[in-house]
């Protein structure tokens, strides 16, 4: 059986296909008396689609994480990964085996869209959720410039920006929209956290947070 996970959350069923492109991005030139030559790149970023189905209800044959979740939940969650604007990772565990088996999608992605389904006759509590990913590379500690254009092409460079060595806070006081999946991500620097903050802190979930709560971070 597969397992699909997305920035630590792990949905219950494992969707039926998962597609991962991966463009090139070649340039075809057509030279005088020469015929079309072709330019070959470096390959460009994956991009993943898949459609996930959250359960209303606890099914014996789904996976839970923690146990069993409502799907306002996973909805929460997509929602925090979106605002945040930080890469996740997407994980797919084949035949319940470890990331050392032999084929398994170990990807650091960005959440470009999520749409919900609903369809009464065919899902009944249950929804839909197609999910749009696109590979990340990690340029972390540079800063992208932008740089003249020349001949209509705009070109970028990237800079190595100065760390901070300000002290990281040891609380947190909940504002409103705020989910543990966003605070682990901002406060700690790691969404994957977000279950460390929920246990130590005795939280019921992840999502139904009292604004003006003051929560530890460690």
Do not use: C
């Given at each position: 059986?597969?397992?699909?996970?997305?920035?630590?959350?792990?949905?219950?069923?494992?969707?039926?296909?998962?597609?991962?492109?991966?463009?090139?991005?070649?340039?075809?030139?057509?030279?005088?008396?020469?015929?079309?030559?072709?330019?070959?790149?470096?390959?460009?970023?994956?991009?993943?689609?898949?459609?996930?189905?959250?359960?209303?209800?606890?099914?014996?044959?789904?996976?839970?994480?923690?146990?069993?979740?409502?799907?306002?939940?996973?909805?929460?969650?997509?929602?925090?990964?979106?605002?945040?604007?930080?890469?996740?990772?997407f994980i797919v565990l084949r035949n319940n085996r470890t990331l050392a088996s032999?084929?398994?999608?170990?990807?650091?992605?960005?959440?470009?869209?999520?749409?919900?389904?609903?369809?009464?006759?065919?899902?009944?509590?249950?929804?839909?959720?197609?999910?749009?990913?696109?590979e990340y590379q990690n340029q972390t500690g540079k800063l992208l410039k932008k740089?003249?254009?020349?001949?209509?092409?705009?070109?970028?460079?990237?800079?190595?920006?100065?760390?901070?060595?300000?002290?990281?806070?040891?609380?947190?006081?909940?504002?409103?929209?705020?989910?543990?999946?966003?605070?682990?991500?901002?406060?700690?620097?790691?969404?994957?956290?977000?279950?460390?903050?929920?246990?130590?802190?005795?939280?019921?979930?992840?999502?139904?947070?009292?604004?003006?709560?003051?929560?530890?971070?460690?």
């Amino acid at each position: 059986m597969y397992s699909f996970y997305l920035g630590g959350i792990l949905f219950p069923i494992a969707p039926a296909k998962v597609d991962i492109k991966t463009k090139n991005q070649n340039k075809t030139l057509t030279l005088i008396n020469e015929g079309e030559i072709n330019l070959l790149k470096d390959a460009g970023l994956k991009e993943i689609t898949f459609t996930v189905m959250i359960p209303g209800r606890k099914y014996p044959f789904a996976k839970y994480l923690g146990g069993f979740l409502p799907i306002q939940f996973y909805i929460s969650m997509l929602e925090s990964m979106k605002k945040l604007k930080r890469p996740v990772q997407f994980i797919v565990l084949r035949n319940n085996r470890t990331l050392a088996s032999i084929y398994n999608t170990n990807l650091t992605v960005s959440l470009e869209d999520f749409h919900i389904i609903e369809d009464a006759e065919s899902l009944g509590e249950d929804i839909n959720i197609s999910i749009s990913l696109k590979e990340y590379q990690n340029q972390t500690g540079k800063l992208l410039k932008k740089l003249v254009s020349v001949a209509g092409v705009t070109k970028f460079a990237l800079s190595k920006v100065r760390t901070s060595n300000k002290a990281k806070p040891k609380n947190y006081k909940i504002k409103e929209g705020d989910t543990l999946l966003l605070i682990a991500k901002k406060q700690l620097g790691d969404e994957k956290k977000w279950e460390y903050l929920m246990k130590i802190n005795n939280l019921p979930n992840a999502v139904d947070l009292e604004i003006g709560r003051v929560i530890r971070l460690e």
